[in-house]
């Protein structure tokens, strides 16, 4: 069972003492700082007009601005609109809907709007699958035939047989933003829980599914989130985990704590869920419960926050009357349970090991001093590791690709999977009595293969293969090395066309990424692909903070190392230049959630770098964001300004309060969504309004609010392509790219 606490990220979310630009500190801070020493004043709003702005023949909106300020540790700190963060209002609904006009009145006369529309549309348009799962002699598994909005959920009991629908989300709403976000066949496969997800939220709705008739059951689980669901031996029911139901009006924006674990018992209403475990002395823990494959033990990971550190407990599910036993607790590393032979555990790792290992711990002698060393810590990050077929299959990072190595129980190398290039493999699910199972390959020029994978003989097959309308003969991958404002050498990838020439001319769009210990492997993008197509580069730096190398990785761009994430993008930026990649008029930077911090941190920092930044669903007031929702669990991330020490170095580098007034900053299109309840659309609300305040200059800086959707999990593919569209679009326009896709002509 790894431990999935990652899945509640700002994903895009996403901090060390960020600087400040050589016009001296920012307005808002040099305020804060003058009122140092004041009397503390509780926060307060005056209201005034609001103003409007004209930069350019741009007419931006009137956006009121308060006189709403909080004292931090003697700090006085300006929050003029902190209205914003009521998303509820009618004002605010005003607001967004006068930005989106503004917006997309400025988008709808990009001429090349509608030929990247079509071409996007036209590449987007292939069969995808997801991996196949077996259970009870039958495979399940996704399908999309390319444009549906929402993939459809398949069944068949051979792989080579016609596959039966199970269910078809796009059937549960008319726009397509209700989707399937989990699904599990019991043991025998006859039945079917899974979990909706309605206009991108984090919430869960989980339902049953008879698998032969297709009836869909009277069970309904409500109030779930960052949670999957687990079947007992029996199939009698299933453990997950929820929160208590919110307050009326606080369902997107209230905070989350006090998980609880659950047993549902099939046929039974919600309100008569047997609890598991809770802990009513600890509001921050969360519950993942876990049945072992033999049935005979419940493991439970505990996790509080996003920092890869849990507890591992487990229940002796033959003595119903027992308690649950503290088999690791601390938090002092990670611990992923992989699997179980009775009473030893199989355990991924990075305690005594930041590159990760893999150990055995026998139950009845838990002592760490008792724990069996299987697999060692190995120069290259372990990322992945699953028990099947009698094997363990490992997943290592060699400078941010895949390799993959299949070892026996006691940690002997068997073999490695041989992979068909440089790129991001991963699946391997099954069971230990089962040596069938599954695995995609991608890369940036090679959308998702599923391979077949026996694991007894080593062999690979090709499962399912999309068929992209292009030619990736044509393109190229290269990975290089850079250096850092302090030295640290910082991969990065780069994919272009071939013949690309080193003139410093050629548009150039860099992603960044650099926190919670994610990696940013290859991966294909539809999008990517068309900007690849109009001449652009596309270049990925493998920032700290992420999962490239390690939690040494990861710590050195964490908490008050944060502004090492910020130079090493810089230093990105600065060396596509310095190799006469792109020059600043034709580069673009982009990043989502913590990216989307990243971004606004380094346009705020240096306006100058770039000609255009695009930050998406981005963390933005780091001062007031562990107050909403799941915010708090990033605390161990980036700190908190309750904490004095921390508050400070936040304010240095929070991206909506380092805006300086009367700056010329790059174009900008700010996107975020209306029911986005990881990272609330209010940082990216208060972002844009203090933009287009602080703004003198004659680029665009505009938001585009999307309505119905979320942080991006499940959003419809016609969502998508239009957002594609509209950046795309956006960067034609501000980087001068001539070389655009035609629009197709009108049927007759």
């Known amino acids: 069972m790894k431990h999935t606490i990652l899945g509640i990220l700002v994903l895009g979310c996403s901090l060390l003492l960020a600087g400040w630009n050589l016009q001296g500190p920012p307005a808002a801070v040099q305020a804060s700082l003058i009122a140092k020493g004041q009397r503390p004043r509780k926060p307060q709003t005056q209201v005034k007009e609001p103003e409007k702005v004209t930069v350019g023949t741009i007419h931006y909106p009137p956006t009121r601005r308060g006189d709403t300020q ?11 609109y902190r209205w914003l963060e009521d998303t509820d209002s009618e004002e605010t609904a005003t607001w967004i809907g006068q930005q989106n006009k503004t917006t997309f009145g400025y988008l709808e006369q990009i001429p090349a709007r509608e030929g990247i529309r079509d071409r996007l549309t036209l590449l987007w348009n292939y069969e995808r699958f997801g991996r196949p799962y077996k259970r009870g002699g039958r495979y399940f598994f996704t399908h999309n035939d390319g444009l549906q909005n929402q993939s459809l959920l398949f069944t068949s009991d051979n792989l080579d047989d016609e596959p039966r629908l199970l269910l078809d989300p796009n059937q549960l709403s008319e726009d397509g933003t209700v989707a399937l976000a989990g699904w599990q066949p019991s043991h025998d496969g006859h039945l079917l829980a899974f979990a909706l997800a309605s206009a991108g ?71 008569e869920d047997r609890l598991i475990y809770q802990r009513e002395d600890e509001k921050e823990w969360g519950f993942g419960g876990h049945v072992t494959e033999d049935g005979h033990f419940l493991v439970i990971s505990i996790w509080k926050g996003t920092l890869r550190k849990n507890q591992l407990f487990y229940k002796d599910l033959e003595d119903p009357d027992g308690d649950v036993v503290e088999l690791i607790s601390g938090f002092d590393a990670s611990y992923d349970f992989l699997g179980n ?57 060699h400078h941010a690709h895949s ?23 991963g699946g391997f699910g099954g069971r230990q009595d089962e040596s069938e199972t599954f695995y995609t390959f991608s890369n940036y020029t090679t959308p998702a293969t599923i391979y077949r994978y026996d694991v007894s003989s080593g062999r690979s097959s090709i499962y399912r293969q999309p068929d ?31 013949g690309m020439k080193r003139n410093g001319q050629n548009p150039t769009l860099l992603y960044g990424y650099g926190g919670f210990d994610i990696s940013m492997t290859p991966g294909f993008s539809v999008t990517n692909l068309v900007w690849m197509e109009m001449g652009g580069v596309y270049a990925v730096a493998n920032l700290r903070g992420g999962g490239e190398y390690g939690e040494r990785w990861h710590e050195a761009g964490m ?80 700190g908190s300004s309750d904490d004095a020490a921390q ?42 309004a203090a933009l287009q305040h602080a703004h003198h200059g004659k680029a665009p800086v505009l938001i585009r609010i999307e309505t119905s959707a979320g942080h991006g999990a499940g959003t419809p593919t016609s969502k998508r392509i239009a957002a594609a569209t509209d950046m795309l679009a956006f960067l034609v326009r501000n980087l001068d790219i001539q070389q655009v896709p035609k629009a197709s002509p009108e049927p007759e």
């Not at 139901?245 to 209403?269: D, V, W």
């Not at 240095?652 to 300086?660: D, E, F, K, R, V």
Request: aromatic share 12%; glycine share 8%; net charge negative.
């Open 201 to 271: 939220s984090d919430w869960r709705e989980w339902k049953l599914l008879d698998v032969s008739s297709g009836e869909v059951l009277e069970d309904h689980l409500q109030w779930v989130k960052f949670s999957g669901i687990s079947w007992s031996a029996d199939d009698s029911g299933f453990y997950y985990s929820r929160y208590d139901e919110p307050a009326e009006g606080t369902e997107f924006s209230g905070t989350n704590h006090y998980q609880k674990l659950f047993f549902h018992t099939l046929g039974q209403p919600q309100s």
């Open 70 to 80: 909080d004292d931090y540790h003697g700090t006085l700190v300006r929050d003029p």
């Open 403 to 425: 390799e993959i190595r299949v070892h026996d129980t006691d940690g002997k190398l068997s073999r490695k999977v041989r992979l068909p290039g440089i790129g991001s493999a």
């Open 559 to 638: 908490l008050d190392n944060k502004q090492n994430v910020f130079d090493d993008f810089i230093a990105a930026a600065e060396w596509l230049m310095d190799e006469k990649i792109t020059c600043r008029e034709r580069l673009a930077i982009r990043g989502g959630s913590n990216g989307g911090l990243l971004v606004g941190a380094v346009m705020s920092q240096r306006p100058l770098l770039c000609a255009a930044a695009l930050p998406a669903v981005g963390v933005m007031d780091m001062l007031r964001y562990h107050k909403f929702t799941i915010g708090w669990a990033w605390v161990s991330e980036y």
């Open 341 to 397: 032979i009775g009473s030893r555990f199989w355990v991924m790792t990075n305690s005594e090991a930041p590159q990760r290992r893999v150990i055995c711990i026998d139950i009845e002698h838990p002592g760490r001093e008792e724990w069996e060393e299987i697999i060692a810590e190995q120069e290259e990050t372990l990322e992945e590791t699953s028990m099947v077929g009698g094997k363990l299959v490992a997943s290592y990072l």
């Open 647 to 688: 508050f400070q170095n936040l304010l240095g580098y929070s991206p909506y309060h380092n805006l300086q007034e009367g700056s010329s900053y790059p174009a900008t299109l700010v996107t975020t969504a209306d029911h986005d309840d990881r990272v609330v659309p209010g940082h990216s609300f208060k972002f844009a």
């Open 468 to 498: 992209v309308d292009f030619d990736p003969s044509r393109y190229r991958t290269e990975q290089v090395f850079y250096e850092s404002k302090d030295g640290t050498r910082v991969p990065m990838f780069l994919v272009y066309r071939k």
